[in-house]
């Protein structure tokens, strides 16, 4: 699943080339991905120019003249982003999707995954496709944003101003694993199974460890990991494991930099101790015994 970074790296693709041009044209293809009333989405949608990209955890807002579009893109969601092709044009390049769940490479959109079209003036098009099906776009107007279920329960953001040590070492408490705390949306919103496991690492925490065992130390180097570890990412693109893609249908390098998550059993990077794998609140979970205590 995409998390924060991988969000916003989509967020800052889709503001550079989409930012106050209007929608000119709605197709859904699958109704039940866009909700609600997809009927009354081509009506209601058409004229309307994007006026900001927000993210908020991993959601996307775009925000319109009138409506907002909220997108979570769950386990395979992608936005991808392609221009009208003249008849006098080269061919255009295929997309090379990196992924294991569908190799064959995408030269044309719509496809068989694909559930929304957004037409936008100067003649780009941004479609949401997803193959398993699980992501969302939904529509709603600016005001019911903070009553939405999926964005009113979420915790503090990493990269926000609100993300302080006071505020943090206050939700230091109890005897659960760090590493479920830390996948609690309710308490620091973003992280995900990958950013977890390197924010752990590089604060040298066990990821089995009772949150209230932390000293203040530990603690501290915990708090300053996981914005130094989303900012990283984010540089680099994000992290494409399967399915996360640029809306240019590049995919990230930070796979490429990844420390522990998805090393199990290959040499620690930092002391050559062999990575461990095992499972932490029902999730694959990479760390070093010798590097994290």
């Known amino acids: 699943m995409p998390e924060l970074p991988e969000v916003e790296v989509v967020r800052q693709g889709l503001e550079a080339q989409l930012l106050h041009k209007q929608i000119e044209g709605v197709e859904i293809y699958t109704p039940h991905i866009t909700q609600p009333d997809p009927e009354s989405w081509s009506e209601a949608l058409t004229g309307q120019k994007l006026m900001a990209l927000e993210r908020r955890a991993k959601y996307l807002i775009l925000r319109l003249s009138q409506d907002c579009l909220l997108v979570h893109l769950r386990m395979t969601g992608q936005m991808l982003l392609q221009a009208n092709q003249s008849p006098q044009a080269e061919p255009r390049e295929a997309l090379v999707l990196p992924f294991t769940y569908y190799r064959k490479p995408v030269l044309d959109l719509p496809d068989k995954h694909t559930h929304l079209r957004l037409g936008f003036s100067g003649g780009i098009q941004l479609y949401f496709r997803d193959i398993r099906k699980f992501g969302r776009v939904e529509k709603l107007l600016p005001e019911a944003l903070t009553e939405h279920p999926g964005l009113a329960k979420l915790g503090v953001e990493p990269l926000g101003s609100e993300y302080t040590w006071k505020h943090f070492q206050g939700l230091l408490q109890g005897q659960r694993a760090i590493k479920a705390f830390l996948l609690d949306q309710t308490r620091i919103a973003g992280l995900g199974n990958i950013y977890v496991d390197e924010a752990l690492f590089e604060a040298g925490i066990r990821p089995q460890r009772p949150v209230a065992s932390l000293r ?78």
């Open 216 to 293: 203040p130390a530990e603690a501290k180097r915990l708090f300053a990991a996981i914005p130094k570890i989303l900012e990283k990412a984010i540089a680099s693109g994000g992290t494409t494991l399967k399915d996360y893609l640029h809306p240019d249908g590049k995919g990230g390098e930070h796979q490429e930099e990844l420390k522990v998550y998805g090393r199990g059993k290959m040499p620690c990077l930092r002391c050559g101790q062999l990575l461990e794998k095992t499972v932490v609140a029902q999730r694959g979970t990479h760390f070093c015994a010798h590097c994290q205590q």
